[in-house]
């Protein structure tokens, strides 16, 4: 057990351009979360899966964002034509769904920038 | 709508001092309540939760919290602060029985250790 892994750990693009990041969660666990974290903020629900299923998205997900986890195990989190609003620190989180109660387990994220 | 409230966004005690995180939450039915630690450049490790069991909870590295229903608050102690324990801390809720993942977090404390 590796724990929960991001990359890249950073990311420094000029607005308007792509980005994805990925996400390993554990590897037994079948929920996977997103979230955002502003500076001085506590980190925002952005969206979650079960297995491959993305069962929830928050309006905070914009159109120009896309999370997939194709076969339930690592995810992806794109942004399209990004602002430099998205700049921010990109949680992920993974937990089983039948030991939830136990809290999530979060990566240490990937540090966005958007110039 | 549930939500968290943090008092005060920065806490300074002395090395051996009480430590005090104050936490009010709100919600429409019986929460299941997280407290977050978070180092610099790190993701968020869990302290210690509260899923209606015993109302005083123990957690790692000598934390501690009491659920108050009547008071609607969820405060984060520690009998005797250490320069380690400098970070920045997060109290969270989710009142989703279905999905204790999806949490809505306060904007965080961050505790200063001074020797």
């Known amino acids: 057990d590796t724990g929960v892994s991001q990359d890249p750990r950073h990311k420094i693009t000029k607005r308007g351009q792509n980005v994805t990041f990925r996400c390993d969660p554990i590897s037994e666990h079948n929920r996977l979360y997103w979230y955002r974290q502003t500076l001085g903020q506590g980190p925002e629900f952005l969206t979650y899966f079960q297995n491959e299923a993305q069962l929830e998205k928050s309006r905070l997900l914009s159109d120009r964002f896309s999370a997939e986890r194709p076969k339930g195990s690592f995810s992806t989190l794109e942004i399209q034509r990004t602002e430099q609003g998205d700049s921010a620190m990109y949680l992920c989180?993974?937990?089983?769904?039948?030991?939830?109660?136990?809290?999530?387990?979060f990566g240490s994220g990937t540090q966005l920038s958007v110039l | 709508a549930q939500s968290v409230t943090q008092l005060g966004s920065h806490v300074s005690v002395s090395e051996g001092a009480l430590v005090l995180l104050r936490c009010n939450y709100s919600?429409?039915?019986?929460?299941?309540l997280f407290w977050y630690v978070q180092y610099p450049n790190q993701g968020l490790q869990l302290l210690l939760k509260y899923t209606s069991a015993a109302t005083l909870v123990k957690g790692i590295n000598g934390f501690e919290a009491e659920f108050k229903k009547s008071e609607t608050s969820f405060h984060l102690t520690k009998p005797s602060a250490h320069m380690s324990d400098a970070a920045e801390y997060f109290c969270a809720v989710s009142d989703t029985p279905g999905n204790t993942g999806k949490l809505i977090f306060g904007q965080g404390t961050t505790l200063q250790v001074k020797p």
């Open positions: 989180a993974s937990s089983h769904s039948s030991a939830e109660r136990m809290g999530l387990f």
């Open positions: 919600s429409s039915v019986p929460p299941y």
